[in-house]
């Protein structure tokens, strides 16, 4: 049953307000002025572009069509998106603040608005339907449970507003709460549950009614370390379970990697890459992915040599290093080197590694399964090593002086870093 007073409509609204704040006023609607920057001559024609051509794959299941999002008539926060999402695949939205992942959610989602090109979901334009007509489960980073309706309450809330008879309510409800392992806590309210707990009933209400697609917007940010890590392997687990579309917003690239079958890295309203998470982690395609998604060394220099398979690139004075060309196109241009800490060998064999250096230990911390070592290598002081807690590792100690290396394709030459 619905609270006295209350619509589904109205709910939807409150829930909106909680999760978003209020939005700033100008004089003109936030239709009103999406509709004027779509009829603006600073908007180029919807459809152009392979990439654009290349979303409206018969395969996909949400499609963003040449998307942008404005919200002042000037500036985009969402540029150009064109992102084709897999019937039943776990997509992360990951970037920093600001980059644009949460604005797209929540066009998604119906709580915004495209200023420019159309989004479809299992084949149908959604641009103007109401979030409450798309049958999409959201989960916010603030639970957004009712308090005063008790867990099995909550969970009835969505199939009440859907009409469902009584007897379908009561399974549907019996199956959420088996999935979330609450049933014991049907009858409590949210005030007398755990964070986490709180956490699996905002999921369970999700999933309850069976939605085409769940959209989660930083869900685990409000839990400590170990409880989000057990959360985030469980929403795994029941995704692969049930099979539903999840598209999911987090700026913690653990987060990432850990729950997706795709990421999509976003910065500057744009989407930098997409693909798998060990794709992501060791074929970055620019500098940012580079550096935003796990440790990274980066050594800037020029370009002395390019051939098919490698380069070699001048640090300064200090040396050369050969490398793996991926955003680099000619002799003379500047690139960043990009090398992860755990692809860097101490007192490497002879031929085992292209690249053969003498670092000095600056500082060792110890981490438990590894070591990080900071040195000093090329006049960087701020290379770092990982070296893990195993037998034939050698001693450290801060000051000596160790032999280091690393293979050319292990080293990528990107962009020059901004």
């Not at 369970?204 to 370390?225: H, I, Q, S, T």
Request: with cysteine.
């Amino acid at each position: 049953m619905l609270p006295a007073g209350m619509s589904a409509q109205n709910n939807f609204r409150i829930d909106l307000k909680a999760e978003l704040g209020s939005f700033k006023k100008t004089g003109m609607s936030r239709r009103e002025r999406d509709e004027t920057f779509r009829r603006s001559s600073k908007v180029p024609p919807a459809g152009k572009g392979l990439a654009g051509l290349m979303s409206t794959s018969g395969s996909a299941f949400v499609n963003f069509i040449d998307v942008q999002k404005s919200y002042d008539g000037e500036t985009l926060v969402v540029k150009d998106l064109n992102l084709a999402i897999r019937r039943g695949e776990f997509l992360t939205l990951l970037g920093p603040s600001g980059s644009g992942k949460t604005t797209t959610l929540m066009m998604l989602a119906g709580f915004e608005v495209p200023t420019h090109g159309r989004i479809e979901l299992d084949g149908q334009q959604i641009n103007d339907l109401a979030p409450h007509k798309r049958n999409i489960g959201m989960v916010f980073q603030n639970y957004a449970l009712f308090p005063h309706m008790t867990v099995e309450e909550n969970l009835a809330f969505p199939l009440a507003v859907r009409s469902l008879p009584k007897a379908d309510i009561d399974k549907k409800i019996e199956r959420a709460l088996s999935m979330v392992q609450l049933t014991q806590m049907r009858k409590r309210r949210p005030a007398q549950l755990s964070g986490g707990q709180q956490q699996r009933v905002a999921l369970a209400r999700a999933l309850v009614f069976d939605p085409k697609l769940v959209l989660m917007d930083e869900p685990l940010g409000a839990l400590d370390k170990q409880l989000r890590e057990h959360m985030q392997l469980e929403i795994k687990h029941i995704h692969q379970s049930l099979g539903v579309t999840v598209v999911y917003v987090t700026h913690d690239q653990g987060e990432a990697l850990t729950m997706s079958d795709r990421v999509a890295v976003f910065n500057d309203g744009a989407i930098q890459q997409l693909a798998s998470p060990a794709e992501l982690y060791e074929q970055p395609q620019n500098s940012f992915v580079a550096q935003f998604i796990g440790e990274n060394n980066r050594l800037s220099g020029v370009v002395t040599e390019l051939n098919g398979r490698d380069c070699r690139v001048k640090i300064g004075d200090a040396g050369e290093i050969r490398a793996l060309p991926v955003s680099i196109s000619n002799v003379g241009a500047k690139t960043t080197l990009s090398l992860r800490p755990e692809r860097v060998r101490i007192n490497p064999t002879n031929g085992a590694c292209a690249n053969q250096f003498d670092a000095k230990v600056e500082e060792l911390i110890y981490l438990g399964d590894h070591t990080r070592a900071r040195v000093q290598l090329l006049g960087h002081k701020n290379f770092v090593i990982k070296v893990p807690n195993s037998e034939g590792v050698p001693n450290l100690a801060p000051g000596a002086t160790i032999r280091i290396g690393w293979r050319a394709e292990d080293c990528r030459a990107l962009d020059a870093f901004m």
